[in-house]
């Protein structure tokens, strides 16, 4: 609804800019490709990404994966605090947390499978089950709800062919409802995967979408 | 620089550097006289540190207003054990989007901050909790930290003053609670994000059991300047109580909505009218919340008289919040984001309290009967009953959240309720969580 006029240097782009890299996008390289190893340790742990290529089957934490887990382990002091990120590592790789998954963590941090199944299951961002190759979290919540939200989810329902929670068929999209997203300025805000889509309407949907497959991986 | 919009009312401080790419680069940073407050707090020890924040008069910036001197001051003197601080950028109170900004726009100005924090009380590990959403906010930082590592900045040693500070980084996973700060707590450590109950308060059992401190990012933010310029400079700005700086994130209604830093005690008035460009498509104002979702809704007529600061919105019956300045214009359906904002805190109730637990889930309920058109006026005296148990009588806040918008919207535009209870016809398109 607002026709805010900047061109946002963060991931954070205005839907019509959503041809430009990652880099292009911020007009820096500051970030740039992050290590799979996780880079220094300080930072180990926020590394995980939403990737649209996913691998259900994939090794957990084997060889860069291992690394990451190792540095993440050394920056607390007990080893169940380790527990968010290498959740979130699992997720990284097989895009979503599996009861196997869960299993496979809590053997490697000594803790009890009830008591990860507890834990994974109280924060909403792991994925308790496969998703698209694309998870599109619309803000509903009152800012941008304000600015016409329902309408935004209605139309990536419609042009997707599918339903609030489902994937639809080419296994591509599923499309939830997400709460406030911190971007209440830019509404209508929506997360595909890692990015934020800001100022998005109705009518740049399809276009999102279209460019979206065409993009493939990511 | 402007980011997205700019007004000449802006007194910047923390917010100096938005929209600036180059501001993320360490030696931008440093170029930019970046760490030469931290260099000064090293010179003068934690004492001083503590008493020049203190004379700032700077208060918490995460909603509850706290004085950030007198709150590091309760900190034990002697470190018996290891102390943390706590870094609290799991932004996600509705309507407010000012943290990410800090963050990724001036990441260096928040780990600055952070090292004075810890220095001044003594910890040895930071921990910055980042909201899990944040993948652009937490990159960045990251990147921000491993700089700060390789320049010296951070670690063994700091610029050779023999102090040994870590900083580490945590990704939260999607849950608003851990925004309380025994959540926070309770979720770094790897459990669920169930706030605590206090006492003991953090600084004598906080992270890992050990005395810990825990700020806001724009509080943290602030404090470089505090130490570099003295704690009278930023009370030149501001009221007595409330003094110095703050980051109002205006969104809904407004011309131009955003992020714009002003002197506390601004009139909410001027902010929306001359600041955010006025009403969109010239429409009235009808409602305000002030704070974020949390704190209560103002009608027009509050809205003329009240000045944004923490006694300010007392003064008008609401909350300063976190100053996220939710602007609602005269065709919003009140009913309908009132039940959103409930729906929310509902799917958030970390559910260890019944009336925080039931209360939102029944609350929600009974918004959307009413917002469905079945609803009857009895509900509405319900609604007032039920919310008024569930103020003060859970571990954490979020309950007394969910009362603050309901009660309000029903004292302030019960019309609004009425009108879709004699109507008996749905109030519009409403999707499920």
């Known amino acids: ?218 | 620089m402007a980011y997205p919009f700019v007004s000449d009312r802006e007194v910047r401080v923390v917010s100096t550097h938005f929209g600036d790419p180059l501001q993320r680069r360490i030696d931008t940073y440093v170029e930019r006289g970046g760490y030469g407050a931290l260099k000064k707090a090293f010179g003068m020890g934690p004492t001083d540190v503590v008493d020049v924040v203190k004379s700032s008069g700077l208060r918490g910036r995460g909603g509850a207003g706290f004085p950030t001197g007198l709150k590091w001051s309760f900190m034990p003197k002697e470190q018996t054990k290891p102390h943390y601080l706590l870094c609290n950028a799991d932004e996600s109170e509705p309507g407010t989007f000012k943290d990410r900004e800090l963050i990724r726009w001036d990441p260096h100005q928040l780990i600055e901050g952070c090292l004075i924090g810890a220095f001044a009380i003594r910890a040895s590990h930071i921990y910055i909790y980042c909201r899990g959403e944040f993948f652009e906010a937490n990159q960045v930082l990251a990147r921000a930290v491993e700089d700060a590592y390789a320049k010296g900045y951070a670690g063994k040693n700091i610029m050779g003053s023999g102090n040994d500070i870590d900083i580490t980084v945590h990704q939260g996973a999607g849950a608003y609670i851990c925004g309380e700060e025994t959540g926070l707590m309770n979720s770094l450590e790897g459990k669920r994000g169930q706030p605590r109950v206090k006492p003991p308060f953090p600084a004598a059992v906080g992270a890992f059991g050990m005395p810990s401190t825990i700020n806001n990012v724009e509080t943290l933010c602030a404090v470089p300047h505090i130490v570099s310029n003295g704690g009278e400079w930023y009370r030149q700005w501001g009221s007595e109580k409330s003094p110095g700086t703050k980051l109002f994130c205006v969104s809904g209604h407004v011309r131009k909505p955003g992020n714009y830093e002003l002197p506390l005690g601004f009139p909410l008035s001027e902010l929306i009218e001359d600041v955010c460009g006025g009403m969109r498509d010239g429409n009235a104002l009808k409602a305000v919340i002030p704070g974020g979702s949390s704190v209560p809704i103002i009608n027009a007529e509050e809205v003329a008289r009240c000045n944004l600061d923490y006694e300010g919105c007392v003064a008008v019956g609401t909350m300063l919040g976190c100053a996220s300045v939710i602007v609602m214009d005269d065709t919003t359906n009140i009913v309908k984001q009132v039940r959103r904002m409930v729906d929310f805190y509902a799917h958030e109730s970390c559910g260890q309290c019944t009336p925080c637990r039931e209360g939102s889930a029944w609350t929600a309920q009974i918004m959307r009967r009413i917002e469905d058109g079945k609803g009857t006026a009895a509900d509405l005296d319900t609604l007032m009953e039920m919310t008024q148990e569930m103020v003060g009588t859970t571990i954490c806040v979020l309950s007394d959240s969910v009362a603050a918008p309901v009660q309000s919207a029903i004292e302030k535009f019960r019309p609004d309720f009425m009108a879709l209870i004699e109507a008996n016809e749905p109030a519009g398109v409403a999707y499920h969580g």
């Not at chain 1, 507890?118 to 800012?143: A, D, E, H």
């Not at chain 1, 080419?170 to 934020?196: K, W």
């Open chain 1, 1 to 218: 609804m607002s026709d805010v006029p900047f061109k946002n240097p963060g991931w954070a782009g205005n839907t019509g800019e959503f041809d430009l890299t990652e880099d292009q996008v911020r007009g820096d390289d500051f970030v740039g490709e992050r290590p799979k190893h996780g880079g220094h340790a300080s930072g180990a742990g926020t590394m995980p990404y939403m990737l649209a290529g996913k691998n259900p089957e994939g090794p957990l934490f084997e060889g860069e994966y291992q690394e990451r887990f190792e540095k993440i382990l050394t920056r607390y002091p007990t080893k169940r605090a380790a527990l968010l990120p290498t959740l979130a590592l699992a997720q990284e790789i097989r895009g979503h947390v599996s009861p196997e998954s869960m299993d496979r963590v809590a053997e490697l941090l000594d803790l009890s499978p009830a008591y990860v199944r507890g834990v994974s299951t109280f924060y909403t961002m792991y994925n308790k089950r496969p998703v698209g190759r694309y998870l599109v979290q619309v803000c509903t919540n009152i800012s941008c709800n304000l600015c016409g939200a329902d309408e935004v989810v209605e139309a990536f329902l419609n042009y997707t062919d599918t339903e609030l929670g489902r994937t639809s068929e080419d296994g591509n999209f599923t499309t939830i409802e997400a709460e406030c997203l911190a971007a209440c300025g830019y509404p209508t805000c929506v997360q595909i995967n890692s990015r934020y889509y800001e100022n998005v309407t109705p009518a740049e949907v399809p276009k999102i979408i279209e460019h979206l497959k065409a993009k493939g991986g990511d």
